[in-house]
């Protein structure tokens, strides 16, 4: 039972909305509220000045509440600092198996991984910050999707150089090039302030594309 | 006595070897060997996980002695928080002062400013993860020092825009993303890993050109 309920898209086909995994998805909602006060606690506090008292009194539920759907403040740091990276691999494989020009996936990769990474700031903020206070087993792993990532990237950007419209000498180190630009959007942008998220979005895609295109 | 002490290049000709202020000297190598050892425990085990006892015993001496250059940990935090700032404001504005095609200058800075971040990573990333510990004037103060730079890039920027070397839309935006390129490299570079110091500066230069550059 409780598989399933953690489970839900795992076990039943998409199609079948006359069985929807009501608890299932219950279940999973508190999860995320859980983990969306931690994040925004811990971006406010620090994770080691956050207690979880203090995530179930502003959530106005009991510590027990917490701990049955979360085992301890450590495995909610490793929620949080995996949310981004997992967001952002998820979409640019998800690009990268639609096809299309180098150029068109890359296009769609940095306006999809940006606008996760604006949207999620908090997550990858209190990652940035936070991940001295991770396990070192958790550390290594998320540096290992985050690398995946940059690894992913870096094939596609060969494929644009042997297709003539990207022009770059060391194409790994263009990879981690553009994923910190899109990264370091987290650390400046300003939810309400004098640049919109959408306008973001695009001076990145301008900036990424200029960086890597061949000239014409 | 103490003033100068703490300001000896301020109240002597540069010239004047013959009258080395050997103690001022002494004062300041002291001060920023606290500050190394103090940046080193920060980056290892966090700014709240380290006390000043950690820091006097590490390097050998008493807390009276940390006390008699430091005010306290916050003042430490400060001073090692504005150090990569700092740094590269100066590096930039002697550049500019330099004179030089927008070109020439933004290569000179991008090698200065990206050498000065990697000479400093434990700086600059103790400044990244810290923040949120600073007193919020001292954050503010800082923030502005870092916007500062960003304008005076984009200044810079705009010239080349007008000389008709650069090919930049938003100059505001590019200022911002090669600051990030550049601040990025303080989270992944590895000291002794697979890419040198030296090919990280090259290779962000090759970016930095390559985002900016007018088609020829």
């Known amino acids: 039972m409780a598989r399933t309920a953690l489970m839900p898209a795992k076990r039943k086909p998409k199609a079948d909305t006359s069985a929807r995994d009501?608890?299932?998805?219950?279940?999973a909602y508190k999860r995320?509220?859980?983990?969306?006060?931690?994040?925004?606690?811990?971006?406010?506090?620090?994770?080691?000045?956050t207690?979880?008292?203090?995530?179930a009194e502003r959530l106005n539920v009991t510590k027990p509440f917490i701990y049955s759907y979360h085992r301890n403040k450590?495995?909610?740091l490793r929620e949080i600092s995996e949310r981004g990276i997992r967001l952002c691999l998820a979409a640019l494989d998800e690009v990268r198996s639609n096809g299309g020009t180098p150029l068109a996936q890359l296009k769609a990769i940095v306006d999809r991984v940006t606008t996760l990474i604006l949207e999620n700031q908090e997550y990858i903020v209190?990652?940035?910050?936070?991940?001295?206070?991770?396990?070192?087993?958790?550390?290594?792993?998320?540096?290992?999707l985050r690398k995946m990532f940059d690894t992913r990237l870096e094939a596609l950007l060969d494929e644009g150089v042997a297709s003539g419209e990207f022009d770059?000498?060391?194409?790994?180190?263009?990879a981690i090039s553009i994923s910190g630009l899109m990264s370091w959007t987290a650390n400046w942008f300003q939810p309400g302030g004098r640049r919109p998220a959408s306008e973001v979005i695009v001076q990145t895609l301008k900036m990424v594309t200029h960086m890597v295109a061949a000239p014409k």
């Open 22 to 27: 009501v608890k299932g998805e219950i279940s």
């Open 32 to 49: 995320r509220l859980i983990l969306e006060e931690a994040c925004h606690l811990f971006y406010a506090h620090g994770y080691e000045g």
């Open 51 to 55: 207690t979880l008292d203090a995530i």
């Open 74 to 76: 450590a495995e909610i």
């Open 126 to 144: 209190v990652y940035q910050r936070e991940e001295k206070n991770l396990e070192p087993a958790t550390a290594r792993d998320i540096r290992r």
């Open 168 to 174: 770059i000498e060391d194409t790994g180190f263009a």
